[in-house]
């Protein structure tokens, strides 16, 4: 897929990554469609915002059929709408995970199932799914972000095999830490049990810390623009550096119990 204008949407335009990539591929000459929850139709920077909650279908078929409307096509969907979730999983209710994984999967999910029929029609599309290199390995006391990004990449990679013949691509591209709003909107137990607060205490304050976090938004928006401009794009994009980019390749090369020793060492 290039040379050409491409519609675009990308939910979650609101803020962080979803934001920066509204922006790079609206002034790469895309028609960019950015949505979030609390806007009302907005003209940007050269994108148009509008209203999509993804854990509501009614919501999310609405603003799909708006772009079809308007534009009569969508070339690529980013399912970059996303929460995150932190906790001792002992302590995370059940009713919070739900909200993650309904955010997180179900979420892209009800996404596709809007888009895909016009992409189908169309006889090509691009569906582009952010998740995270914590879809890689289980990370401590963010058990269910790790498991609703792993389950991400896991329903993209299934799509991905049975849309090929509908000329449509699936991609998943795992961040390392970026600098947005994420770890300040993250769900947290109401209260965490004494048993486990040393631990994640302490996990807490190397996560809070981590130097990664001041990494521009912009340079992820970059390899979607790439993505979005290659004819053959790979399954899976990794954008992190150092130390988590490494860890990613420990995670395969290293025997399960080693790694997890790894780990934890790390959050200690
Ligand atoms: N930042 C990182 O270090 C990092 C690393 C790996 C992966 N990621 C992933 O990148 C994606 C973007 O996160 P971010 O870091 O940019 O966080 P962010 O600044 O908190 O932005 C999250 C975006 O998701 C939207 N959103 C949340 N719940 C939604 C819902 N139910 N319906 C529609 N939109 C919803 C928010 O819009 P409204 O609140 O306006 O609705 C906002 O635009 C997420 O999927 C996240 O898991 C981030």
Redesign the pocket.
């Known amino acids: 897929m290039s040379d050409f204008v491409k519609v675009v949407l990308v939910?979650?335009?609101?803020?962080?990554?979803?934001?920066a990539i509204c922006e790079r591929l609206a002034a790469q000459g895309h028609k960019v469609y950015g949505?979030?929850?609390?806007?009302t139709d907005e003209v940007m920077a050269g994108y148009t915002m509008m209203a999509?909650?993804?854990?509501d279908s009614a919501s999310v078929q609405l603003a799909v059929d708006r772009i079809l409307e308007r534009e009569g096509r969508i070339d690529v969907v980013v399912n970059?709408?996303?929460?995150?979730i932190q906790g001792p999983a002992e302590d995370i209710t059940p009713e919070m995970a739900q909200k993650v994984l309904d955010?997180?999967l179900i979420?892209p999910h009800r996404v596709c199932r809007a888009a895909l029929p016009a992409m189908r029609t169309q006889g090509r599309g691009l569906i582009v799914n952010?998740?995270?290199?914590?879809s890689n390995f289980g990370l401590p006391y963010r058990s269910f972000y790790s498991a609703s990004?792993a389950a991400l990449d896991r329903y993209g990679e299934a799509l991905s095999i049975e849309m090929k013949c509908f000329g449509i691509q699936v991609v998943s591209i795992?961040?390392?830490?970026?600098?947005?709003?994420?770890a300040s909107?993250r769900l947290r137990p109401e209260k965490i049990s004494e048993a486990h607060t040393p631990g994640y205490n302490k996990a807490m304050e190397v996560l809070g810390s981590s130097l990664h976090?001041s990494r521009d938004?912009d340079e992820l928006a970059r390899v979607v623009a790439k993505v979005i401009d290659s004819e053959h794009p790979k399954a899976t994009y990794i954008v992190a550096q150092g130390m988590q980019r490494i860890s990613v390749l420990a995670k395969k090369l290293l025997p399960g119990r080693m790694f997890q020793r790894m780990v934890g060492k790390h959050y200690e």
């Open positions: 939910t979650g335009g609101s803020s962080g990554l979803g934001k949505t979030g929850r609390k806007v999509m909650d993804v854990t970059n709408a996303g929460i995150g955010t997180n979420g952010i998740s995270s290199i914590a990004k795992q961040p390392g830490e970026f600098k947005t709003n994420i909107g976090y938004p």
